[in-house]
């Protein structure tokens, strides 16, 4: 079975860093592209970064780029999320997600997330 | 940035009965259309992928159609477990993007 936990979450100051984590488990961790995407409780989704199966290739949204980093760990079947620079707009449950093997850069599994709260 | 925009925002349906979301995209996206559906507590679940194929497990009286601007979900005959959001998101284009959702209530 295919899981997806993300942990990590919990309250910052503005302005300060946070590394959230993906434990994967069921599936060959190391074949897959992963996602970021995150929401606003109440709101819809927004996707936030995505990385190659192999780590190689990174990508992010805007309003991210240059403050969070993408990473993971094929080993260990854990992908991160380095948050640094902080905003109050940054808060919101964190998902992680896996991308299919089917063409398409879509995910087909999803963890249930961690809530990140930046705020003083 | 393609914008994803969904209606209604929220659907009141009785069990039983049928339901259709819509969901348009500012530019033409192709089929690279997804659904996914969100029950509170639970992980997202795929539900349709490339517009109109049905993912792995999910019941028949789920139907997605469309291309290009225009996409429908189409829920037959709703059950207790149904009543949820669903989300649209393209993936011809990055970044991707998702529409606002629509609420499935009874």
């Known amino acids: 079975e295919v899981q997806l936990v993300e942990s990590g979450g919990g309250l910052v100051q503005p302005g300060g860093s946070l590394r959230l984590s993906c434990a994967a488990s069921?599936?060959?961790?190391?074949?897959?592209?992963m996602h970021w995407v995150r929401q606003v409780p109440g709101k819809g989704l927004v996707w936030v970064s995505r990385?190659?199966?192999?780590?190689?290739?990174?990508t992010y949204a805007d309003s991210v780029m240059g403050r969070f980093t993408v990473s993971r760990d094929n080993a260990e079947n854990t992908l991160y999320l380095h948050m640094n620079s902080l905003r109050a707009e940054d808060t919101a449950v964190y998902y992680c997600?896996?991308?299919?093997?089917?063409?398409?850069?879509?995910?087909?599994?999803w963890g249930q997330g961690t809530l990140v709260t930046v705020s003083s | 940035e393609i914008l994803m925009t969904q209606s209604p925002a929220t659907l009141s349906v009785s069990p039983g009965e049928g339901a259709t979301l819509s969901c348009r995209a500012s530019?033409?996206?192709?089929?690279?259309l997804a659904w996914y559906q969100q029950r509170p507590g639970q992980a997202l679940r795929l539900l349709i992928y490339?517009?109109?194929t049905r993912a792995t497990g999910i019941p028949a009286r789920f139907g997605g159609s469309g291309s290009g601007t225009e996409f429908t979900l189409t829920i037959s005959s709703l059950q207790s477990e149904d009543f949820a959001v669903y989300y649209c998101?393209?993936?011809?284009?990055?970044?991707?993007?998702f529409g606002g959702g629509t609420k499935v209530e009874i």
């Open positions: 490339a517009a109109s």
């Open positions: 530019q033409s996206i192709g089929d690279n």
């Open positions: 997600a896996r991308e299919t093997t089917l063409p398409g850069s879509f995910c087909d599994y």
């Open positions: 069921g599936f060959t961790f190391s074949s897959h592209w």
């Open positions: 990385i190659k199966s192999d780590g190689s290739s990174t």
């Open positions: 998101q393209q993936y011809n284009n990055w970044p991707l993007t």
